[in-house]
């Protein structure tokens, strides 16, 4: 496979086994078979042993998100739940679904529904379109489940949109934890959802960073986590769990969500002196960071009253 040098030998350029026939596991063609290769520059006698390509993708790539296309045909709900796991990916859940479309439609002047997972792990569909239905409509809460959901020999138009999401920290699937969620004012006056849970696995601020933003969220910060907690009160009794956090500065902290060894409440950087060690390091599996706590895109307006909302 084609790799750089760092020393700029060859123009950089290099080749380096990954098989183990022949040549051992790891052998730089210029430095132990006499140079670079002519076949490196050249594959029109298409040599069998230049068919691999390893690569990292780029730090500064997009962050990981939903992803959706338009397929060539009408999907069923399975259909579509088997192409995103073949791409290594899963069907959305309905609530971050509706987070993801508070952003906008995805196609403008259309009528179209794609699959998602509702919270009790039934299938259901949303409408990502803005013709005939609202954007973020649910089938099932305005009608029932529809008959073309699981028979699509019709054809027809309006299921021909597939939206899914990279497998991340959790797979989800009809078996996955469900969060727990509280309508909230924040200080601002707006009014959105927050989201608590405990994925099943002890959790990086990174780790949790990216949970959040998989699900079209972000983490709060440290400001709005204790105005929250402060009304809510420990997300998880008698346990000692501590959820990341972004610091005013945009600088990481994690604050106790639970209420056991701890006041709920408590910054780990300002009550008990600086950032831990395990805030970066989950090999150990510390039991004590296995939760996390994100906040939904502003979904109400501001007159909306949280009394309303089941």
Known sequence: MAVERKDGRNGGRDWLQVGNKIHRVGKSHCDQCGGYPKWGDDVSGNPPFARTLLWMASESAA????????????????????????????????????????????????????????????????????????????????????????????????NRTLLW??????????????????????????????????????????????????????LLTLKEAKSFIAKQGPLFANDDQWAAVVREDGSKDWMQVGNKVHQTGRSHVDDLGAYPSWGDDASKNPPHSQSVLWLAADIFSPGFIPGAVG
Not at 133 to 144: A, D, I, L, Q, T
Not at 171 to 199: F, H, N, Q, Y
Not at 203 to 218: K, P, Q
């Open 63 to 158: 962050k990981p998100g939903p992803v959706w296309q338009r397929e060539g045909c009408s999907l069923t709900w399975d259909a579509s739940k088997q192409i995103a796991a073949r791409m290594g990916g899963r069907l959305l859940l309905l609530q971050e679904a509706r987070t993801f479309l508070k952003a906008g439609t995805l196609s403008p002047g259309e009528d179209q529904w794609v699959a998602v997972i509702r919270r009790d792990g039934g299938k259901d569909w949303v409408q990502v379109g803005d013709k005939h239905h609202h954007v973020g409509k649910s089938h099932v809460e305005c009608g029932g489940y529809p008959k073309w959901g699981d028979d699509a020999s019709g054809n027809p138009p309006f």
């Open 165 to 218: 999401i990279s497998l991340g920290l959790v797979p989800l699937e009809t078996k996955w934890v469900k969060p727990e969620s509280t309508i909230w004012k924040r200080d601002t006056g707006e009014i959105c959802e927050a989201m608590w849970v405990k994925p099943g696995r002890s959790l990086t601020w990174s780790d949790s960073n990216n949970f959040a933003e998989e699900r079209a969220g972000r």
